[in-house]
């Protein structure tokens, strides 16, 4: 059975910091491609970061800069540093596991991140 399984999540004031963690398990994690996509209320769900299996990164411009996407294949966990963060960042962060070469693709349940004075 595979299950993602996001935590970090919560309320943190503009100009902070969280960290997400999406723990993996039932894959294996080195032969997937490791996404965090966002999803803010009324609005589509859109990708934040990527992680290639062979750990190549690549970011939405809105969040350059500020967040980091990390993977430790070891522990099957992929990570989300967010600095400095805005109230347009709000939304629930959803992890994606998406296998190299096959149409298997998994989601996690989402985490709440809010970002509020």
């Known amino acids: 059975q595979v299950q993602l399984v996001e935590s970090g999540g919560g309320l943190v004031q503009p100009g902070g910091s969280l960290r997400l963690s999406c723990a993996a398990s039932g894959i294996t994690f080195n032969i997937y491609h490791m996404g965090w996509y966002r999803q803010a209320p009324g609005k589509q769900r859109d990708l934040v970061a990527v992680?290639?299996?062979?750990?190549?990164?690549n970011y939405e411009d809105s969040v350059k800069g500020r967040f980091t996407i990390s993977r430790d294949n070891t522990k099957k966990i992929v990570y989300l540093q967010m600095q400095r963060l805005k109230p347009e960042d709000t939304a629930v962060y959803y992890c994606?596991?998406?296998?190299?070469?096959?149409?298997?693709?998994?989601w996690g349940q989402g985490t709440q991140v809010t970002v509020s004075s």
């Open positions: 994606n596991a998406d296998h190299v070469l096959s149409t298997r693709n998994y």
């Open positions: 992680i290639s299996s062979g750990g190549r990164t």
